[in-house]
């Protein structure tokens, strides 16, 4: 028995939310659904579109699952060492009719960058036999197909692609896309192989209208197209022009800004904290839109380094890349203590009681303590230090730790009348934890 494309995706989802351990809402199905070719072109869904499926996009771990296995699949059919995607990738989206096609070919034109449609990733021979057997486009297949065109050496240079993201899992994708490329340029930048992996550069460009005026444009869009078809079918010369749904019926068209506005706009939002990301009015003429581009684009250049300045940084690690693994490796370590230090483990934990956690009591209050010690086991025990910052980071502290030395006057030479001092050395504990509730 043949599964659909939305049958079999959803089959996937369950199972994975299964082994995570999450319930499974009773609206899963409506997970995957992606606007068929045609729906795109209507700019309207079937009607069960709008069952609520937010719940279930709100797992980042079910887009990063679905991620994975494209991603599987892209580098069993291409090789790991053929991953090159282009240098430059421009996620173009906007309202309904601010002008994302014309917008397109203008940036293809002007930075000599391929154009790559959604709409036309669809008629993939794949997507067309998903849709013959009764099925619906999901949203892994969308993103595969589209890392397919994506791969084509002709684009090594740059591509803007028109129409995607277009859901929650689809912007997902586009972040996790993002770290794959970072690790692959990290991965080959001294090989032989790095002109094939580029650094990285993404831009989310959003066209925005607001509803009235996108109302206005699409039925002034079909009313164009219903002339220009008037015109061919009396002088039987041209071809006609296919007009959307969403252009003749204006209850359509608003229920198609509101889509964009709920299910579009809002998750692509939340890439501006990953990415250059360009909110464009698209009012006004063509000219004014494309002045505006223009100018959001070379500001944005000012802004990034340059690619000789980012590989020198990029030989240190970024914070989030030190942080990932800590948690595992500052179990790992103390597991280490316990098998082959244990004596010193547990010598160190009763200091901990008896000299840190009285303070720590004190000072509840500002969730912050500072102190000072000069026990032998620090000074003795180099690794002792190092094993009471990771007890304390494991019970949940922030902890920082310095050395610090003072001079203790003790008395004066009567012969000389000097002042004779001694040294003595302290470590410094600096502590943070949440404060107490009063």
């Known amino acids: 028995m043949l599964m659909t494309a939305q049958m079999r995706s959803t089959a996937s989802l369950l199972q994975t939310l299964l082994i995570l351990g999450r319930s499974v809402p009773r609206n899963a199905i409506a997970f995957t659904r992606c606007m068929s070719t045609s729906s ?4 309207v869904a079937d009607d069960d579109s709008h069952l609520d499926h937010r719940d279930v996009h709100d797992y980042p ?5 679905m991620f994975d296995v494209e991603w599987r699949r892209l580098e069993k ?25 014309t917008m397109a070919k203008y940036l293809h034109n002007t930075r000599q960058i391929t154009h790559i449609s959604t709409s036309d990733v669809l008629q993939s021979p794949e997507a067309i036999a998903m849709k013959t057997r009764g099925g619906l486009v999901d949203d892994g297949e969308v993103f595969y197909q589209l890392a397919k ?3 084509n050496p002709d684009h090594s240079y740059g591509v803007v692609v028109d129409g995607f993201p277009r859901t929650r899992v689809q912007v997902e994708c586009v972040r996790l896309l993002y770290e794959k490329l970072q690790a692959l340029h990290k991965e080959f930048h001294l090989t032989d192989l790095r002109t094939m992996f580029p650094r990285p550069k993404f831009h989310i460009v959003m066209l925005y209208i607001e509803e009235e005026e996108s109302i206005r444009r699409q039925m002034q869009r079909g009313q164009k197209v219903r002339k220009y078809n008037e015109l061919v079918e009396r002088s039987g010369e041209g071809e006609v022009e296919e007009t959307r749904k969403t252009d003749e019926d204006e209850k359509l068209a608003r229920r ?13 939002r939340t890439l501006r904290s990953h990415f250059n990301y360009h909110f464009i009015s698209a009012d006004g003429s063509i000219q004014d839109v494309r002045a505006r581009v223009e100018k959001e684009f070379h500001y944005q250049s000012s802004l990034e380094l340059q690619d000789a300045t ?9 914070a989030e890349e030190l942080t990932k693994l800590y948690r595992q490796n500052l179990v790992q370590q103390l597991d280490e203590y316990e098998n082959q230090t244990p004596q010193l483990l547990q010598s160190v934990c009763d200091k901990l009681k008896h000299i840190v956690f009285p303070q720590l009591r004190l000072c509840m209050s500002s969730g912050r303590a500072t102190i000072k010690t000069d026990d032998d086991i620090f000074f003795e025990k ?13 019970r949940g502290f922030e902890v920082s730790v310095r050395k610090e030395v003072e001079k203790d006057y003790r008395e004066i030479e ?14 410094v504990f600096d502590i943070r934890y949440p404060k107490g509730t009063v």
């Open 40 to 43: 795109i072109g209507d700019g």
């Open 61 to 65: 771990e079910i887009a990063k699952s």
């Open 77 to 101: 059919n291409h090789g790991r060492h053929s991953m090159s995607f282009p240098r430059e990738i421009i996620f173009l989206n906007g309202a309904p009719g601010s002008g994302k096609g």
């Open 149 to 151: 065109r994506l791969l």
């Open 256 to 268: 198609r800004y509101r889509i964009f506005r709920d299910e579009g706009y809002d998750p692509l």
């Open 310 to 318: 980012y590989n020198r940084l990029n030989t240190l690690p970024r």
């Open 382 to 394: 180099p690794k002792a230090l190092k094993m009471a910052v990771h007890v304390l980071a494991e």
């Open 414 to 427: 009567k012969s000389t009348n000097r002042i004779r001092s001694y040294i003595r050395e302290f470590y």
